[in-house]
């Protein structure tokens, strides 16, 4: 059986080619692509500009994607919402809705599973299934805007699985997202998370793009973070670290290093004096994650009183540090834990 075209994974111009190659006017890939990315329609059926013919065509040849919603949780403290989104292939991805002061906020998956085996977090526990097309990425950006009737003005790659590892289909994605014919997303308001997949931060250093890239760090050394990651046994702790300051050099964006807290294990005075060290004389920005317990691994939450006192001490040292705000504890809004619920119970 032929695999049906993936047209909401085009950009314009691929659209258009596609379009006139089938013997249609060049405006119609307009059309198509307003009703997609703009309108956020699910289905051909939805296109009702086109002609009765080319959309049976459309509807036979090509695949509009778009995700089946699963599940949603919503938080009775804060009104964040969690969802679960079911791919046409049977797997599952998570993405979370959270509202701030500045504007709506998704967070949203780029693969289902992932491979980076972090021992704190529940969606390496399964490994990788595959990535995600960049027309799964923007449904659940599209989907979440339909549903709450609200605009999306921030998206964060920060879901499950390692965007750098899907680098072809995460940069179609961002291109889409942030295009002025469809959601116009501004480039700067979207941040991509990493383990450090060094080859490909300076790949995303040299697109020169304008988004925030935030680095999974979690230790000062190299012995302490292979043991939280062990993706990091690939890459020298010196390489990652001179990766972000190819990326500042070249894009004029300060990265963010993302810091997440065990308790007992990267919460103590000597880590956060290393950590600053490290750290000190960058134009960066450390975000501090109080970890989220996960039944599988041993790992605990620090209390808030370290949590305060680590951010302190990086402060006093000049570091620009900040707490994670907390939306959705009580939905269990952490990446990755609705997804091995939702799986736990399929068993």
Request: net charge positive; hydrophobic share 35%.
């Amino acid at each position: 059986m032929t695999e049906k075209t993936d047209i909401k994974s085009m950009n314009l111009d691929e659209l258009t080619s596609y379009v006139t190659k089938n013997g249609e006017k060049s405006f119609r890939a307009k059309q198509m692509y307003e009703w997609m990315h703009q309108k956020l329609s699910e289905s051909v059926d939805e296109m009702t500009n086109l002609p009765a013919g080319f959309r049976a065509k459309l509807q036979q040849e090509c695949s509009c994607i778009a995700l089946r919603q699963a599940d949603v949780q919503i938080s009775k403290k804060d009104g964040t919402r969690k969802y679960l989104f079911l791919l046409e292939d049977g797997n599952v991805i998570e993405s979370v809705f959270m509202r701030y002061k500045f504007g709506n906020s998704v967070c949203i998956s780029s693969q289902a599973g992932c491979a980076m085996g972090c021992r704190f977090c529940a969606s390496a526990i399964g490994g990788l299934k595959r990535n995600l097309r960049p027309s799964e990425m923007l449904e659940q950006v599209y989907r979440i805007q339909r549903d709450v009737g609200e605009r999306i003005s921030h998206v964060v790659v920060m879901g499950t699985g390692e965007p750098l590892d899907n680098y072809e289909n995460l940069l179609k994605f961002i291109e889409i997202l942030t295009d002025a014919n469809g959601l116009h997303i501004g480039q700067r308001n979207v941040t991509v998370s990493t383990c450090g997949i060094v080859p490909n931060m300076r790949r995303l250093a040299n697109e020169k793009l304008q988004i925030t890239l935030a680095l999974s760090l979690h230790a000062f050394t190299q012995e302490k973070r292979e043991y939280l990651m062990p993706i990091a046994s690939r890459y020298d702790l010196q390489d990652v670290l001179d990766a972000c300051s190819f990326y500042f050099e070249k894009t004029g964006r300060r990265v963010t290093f993302e810091y997440a807290l065990a308790k007992g294990v990267n919460d103590s005075n000597e880590d956060a004096d290393g950590l600053a060290k490290l750290l000190s004389g960058r134009n960066c920005h450390v975000n501090l994650i109080p970890i989220n317990p996960v039944k599988e691994r041993e790992f605990k939450e620090s209390g808030q009183p370290a949590v305060l006192a680590f951010q302190n001490k990086l402060v006093k040292n000049g570091i620009n540090a900040t707490v994670r705000r907390e939306l959705g504890r009580d939905i269990d809004a952490a990446c990755g834990q609705l997804r091995k619920k939702y799986m736990d119970t399929q068993e």
